[in-house]
């Protein structure tokens, strides 16, 4: 049975800091890509960052350089590093894992950036 799990969401103000996590079970974690998207209220699904197997990465334009996304393989988990957060960051946080036609979802965890 596949699992992603996120973690590390919550209410942060505007310029702080949060890192998710995403712990992965029942996959071969280390030859799948890994994203993150996030899903504002009334907005579509948007992909944040991407980490490839070989630990290549990419990012939306409206998060690079404040975010960065990792891996760590022997923990099959991989984070999302996330600094100078602004109101519009405020979103459910999910990670997918894909590989070929293969692709599967967190539950998802809530960020909102707010005085």
């Known amino acids: 049975q596949v699992q992603l799990v996120e973690s590390g969401g919550g209410l942060v103000q505007p310029g702080g800091s949060l890192r998710l996590s995403c712990a992965a079970s029942?996959?071969?974690?280390?030859?799948?890509?890994m994203d993150w998207y996030r899903q504002a209220p009334g907005k579509q699904r948007e992909l944040v960052a991407t980490i490839t197997s070989n630990g290549r990465t990419n990012y939306a334009d409206s998060v690079k350089g404040r975010f960065t996304i990792s891996r760590d393989n022997a923990k099959n988990t991989v984070y999302l590093q996330m600094n100078s957060l602004k109101p519009e960051d405020t979103a459910v946080y999910l990670c997918?894992?894909?590989?070929?036609?293969?692709?599967?979802w967190g539950q998802g965890t809530q960020v909102t950036v707010s005085s």
């Open positions: 029942g996959i071969a974690f280390k030859v799948y890509a």
């Open positions: 997918n894992a894909h590989i070929g036609t293969l692709s599967y």
